[in-house]
T-cell receptor, first 111, second 113 residues
């Protein structure tokens, strides 16, 4: 079945550092790909998405490119802030609108 | 636009007791989902409704979990009897028919002692 694998955390960075969180997927067909973020005490929020190969999703300085050849959707940000500290989930949606999540990566940004 | 509403926010029960969670999706959203998020893991789909019909309940432990969506709007998820391993956050989400993204509620945190 469809699945998502993302790097284990926590990822600990200093403010203004470069961020990469790796995500790879296994799916039949051509899924849509997503990054969701969960801030402490809050619900899941959509951060960005890409619906076809080579699409780049972007939001709040975060970017991810849908790479079909490597089945990847890595999340990047050029300069992280303390307020970016959260848990980040990579997810895919294949057939029947079923959203499948990875295990999540906790990001901790220190001043 | 009002978001997905869930209640209660927290619930503590003893094992073998029963519990119910309620979800009110965004108005007009035909698809409703219940996810289970165990601490340290990603959300796992329990059941998906399209209007008031079940699309996918393959990962719902049907011996103890049940869900319904009467009239295709609100939904309830019930656990009876609860086990210790049911301790988790139960997330409700909704989406427009055939369209992503999913909009999530804040969840119900269940602790089974």
């Amino acid at each position: 079945g469809d699945s998502v694998t993302q790097m284990e955390g926590p990822v600990t960075l200093s403010e203004e550092a470069f961020l990469t969180i790796n995500c790879t997927y296994t799916a039949t067909g051509y899924p849509s790909l997503f990054w969701y973020v969960q801030y402490p005490g809050e619900g899941l929020q959509l951060l960005l998405k890409a619906t076809k190969a080579d699409d780049k999703g972007s939001n709040k300085g975060f970017e991810a490119t849908y790479r079909k050849e490597t089945t990847s959707f890595h999340l990047e940000k050029g300069s992280v802030q303390v307020s970016d500290s959260a848990v980040y989930f990579c997810a895919l949606m294949g057939g029947f609108q079923k959203l499948v999540f990875g295990t999540g990566t906790r990001l901790l940004v220190s001043p | 636009e009002a978001g997905v509403a869930q209640s209660p926010r927290y619930k503590i029960i003893e094992k073998r007791q029963s519990v119910a969670f309620w979800c009110n999706p965004i108005s007009g959203h035909a698809t409703l989902y219940w996810y289970q998020q165990i601490l340290g893991q990603g959300p796992k789909l329990l059941i998906q409704f399209q209007n008031n019909g079940v699309v996918d309940d393959s990962q719902l432990p049907k011996d103890r979990f049940s869900a319904e969506r009467l009239k295709g709007v609100d939904s309830t998820l019930k656990i009876q009897p609860a086990k210790l391993e049911d301790s988790a956050v139960y997330l409700c989400a909704s989406s427009l028919q055939g369209l992503a993204p999913l909009h999530f509620g804040n969840g119900t945190r269940l602790t089974v002692t």
